[in-house]
């Protein structure tokens, strides 16, 4: 994980990484030049057929790729691939990339649980990143298990880390399911990607709770927020703004840097970024400065 030296930290010096993820309807060069206009210090590449590079044009051009990134005064902090944890020559491709191009941090995704029901309550299109395991739900537990024990002896061998996300619709969706997949895989290998707003659609328990339990193991924070509607269709979850949604920010970062000491990477993962060009670069830079202003909130509520 990376560190900020002593117990204090101000919250203006704390690094924050932009998902490409978010930016669908941009190509990758002016995906980068959305992050740096907008000031974030690195970006969260997402890697896919669809957007923004894909997996053989990263095998080939992976230093170029990161010139490009670099050139913005941009880090080139994880790789967020979709791939799963079974399809192990693109996991072993991922490994051999990050170990070639200094990158430490990949996203390797995890199988569904059951039919992802909640998928279906969503009011937008819902991306989960996860793949179907055709085993009774305790027999793919093992499964899984076994994998991550792969994992781990490839990623240690190797020096990089695979992170596996807090997800809804995954068999990693809460808290308790991360510290029995995880609880004796070394961190430095295989790490989490905290998720508090996958949560609130699916898994959430108490976040003070949760947070001692994987402190030690999460190296890498997604920020968004979400919100549940009852419609005429019933109960729907959407995205929201930070202030707006349900995950409380200001409550979750004093127990993420405060008193669970957290200093690891924060990545905006917002899904509301609008189409147009200028309009985008505000709007992430809103996310940003507010985002900042939370983590300032957090330090002054502990100090008072």
């Not at 930016?23 to 890697?47: H, K, M, N, T």
């Not at 990161?66 to 967020?80: A, D, G, I």
């Not at 995890?110 to 395991?133: E, K, T």
């Not at 670069?281 to 400065?289: S, V």
């Amino acid at each position: 994980m990376r560190l900020y030296g002593s117990t204090y930290f101000n919250p203006t010096d704390i690094p924050m990484n932009l998902c490409t993820s978010t930016l669908p309807g941009f190509s990758f060069e002016e995906s980068l030049d959305l992050a740096s206009a907008a000031g974030y210090q690195g970006i969260e590449l997402r890697v896919h057929d669809d957007y923004h590079v894909t997996l053989d044009d990263l095998f080939i051009r992976h230093r170029e790729i990161r010139r490009m990134v670099e050139s913005r005064k941009l880090e080139l902090s994880v790789f967020n691939t979709y791939y799963g944890l079974t399809d192990v020559p693109a996991v072993d491709t991922m490994i051999d990339i990050c170990q070639q191009s200094g990158v430490k941090y990949f996203r390797v995704a995890l199988p569904l649980a059951g039919h992802a029901d909640v998928r279906n309550r969503s009011a937008h299109q819902a991306i989960l990143p996860s793949y179907q395991h055709h085993e009774p739900p305790s027999d793919m537990l093992h499964s899984v298990r076994r994998d991550l024990r792969g994992l781990e002896s490839r990623a240690t061998a190797a020096g990089v880390c695979a992170l596996v996300e807090i997800h809804w619709g995954t068999v990693m969706s809460s808290f308790s399911s991360a510290h029995a997949l995880l609880n004796d895989i070394d961190p430095q290998a295989v790490a989490i990607t905290f998720d508090p707003a996958n949560m609130i659609i699916e898994g959430r328990e108490d976040w003070d709770y949760g947070i001692q339990l994987l402190r030690d193991r999460i190296a890498n924070v997604h920020i968004k927020n979400v919100s549940w509607d009852r419609g005429e269709q019933g109960w729907k979850w959407r995205w929201d703004g930070l202030w707006h949604g349900m995950v409380d920010w200001p409550k979750l970062f004093g127990l993420l840097v405060n008193e669970g000491g957290y200093r690891g990477m924060f990545a905006m993962e917002d899904f509301r970024v609008p189409e147009d060009a200028d309009q985008a670069r505000l709007h992430l830079l809103d996310q940003r400065e507010e985002t900042r202003f939370l983590l300032w909130h957090a330090k002054a509520e502990q100090l008072i």
